[in-house]
C-alpha cells in the first residue's frame, strides 16, 4: 500500500505564503503524474496543480501566477509553493497520486489551509 502524508497547512493571513509538502512512500516516477487537489466547505473537490512524470507542470487557473508545484530529485516528495494566498484558497489540501487517464490511485489524508481576510 502506497501511502502519501501531506504537512504544511496552516493559518495564515491574505497575501502571506505557505509551501505545503507530500512525502510518497513509492518513487514519484512510478506514476503518471503526480497532483495537488482541494476541497472547500460545501464545494467539490478540484484539480489545483499537476507535474507529470515527465516534468511538466498545469494550473487551475485561480492559481497560476500564485502557486508552484515542484518535485525532489530524489523522487519522493512533492511540493506546492502557494503565495498571494486568498481568502477562497481556504480549503483541505489533498495530494494524489494519478495512474493515467486522470484515475487517482491513491490519496493522502489532506492538510487543511485557512486563508485569512
Known amino acids: 500500500q502506497v501511502q502519501l502524508v501531506e504537512s504544511g497547512g496552516g493559518l495564515v493571513q491574505a497575501g502571506g505564503s505557505l509551501r505545503l509538502s507530500c512525502a510518497i512512500s513509492r518513487s514519484i516516477f512510478t506514476f503518471y503524474a503526480m497532483n495537488w487537489h482541494r476541497q472547500a466547505p460545501g464545494k467539490e473537490r478540484e484539480l489545483v496543480a499537476t507535474?507529470?512524470?515527465?516534468?511538466?507542470?498545469n494550473y487551475v487557473d485561480s492559481v497560476k501566477g500564485r502557486f508552484t508545484i515542484s518535485r525532489d530529485n530524489a523522487g519522493n516528495t512533492i511540493y506546492l509553493q502557494m503565495n498571494s494566498l486568498k481568502p477562497e484558497d481556504t480549503a483541505v489540501y489533498y495530494c494524489?497520486?494519478?495512474?493515467?487517464?486522470?484515475?487517482?490511485?491513491?490519496w493522502g489524508q489532506g492538510t487543511q489551509v485557512s486563508v485569512s481576510s
Open positions: 507535474i507529470s512524470s515527465g516534468g511538466r507542470t
Open positions: 494524489a497520486a494519478e495512474g493515467g487517464w486522470g484515475v487517482i490511485e491513491y
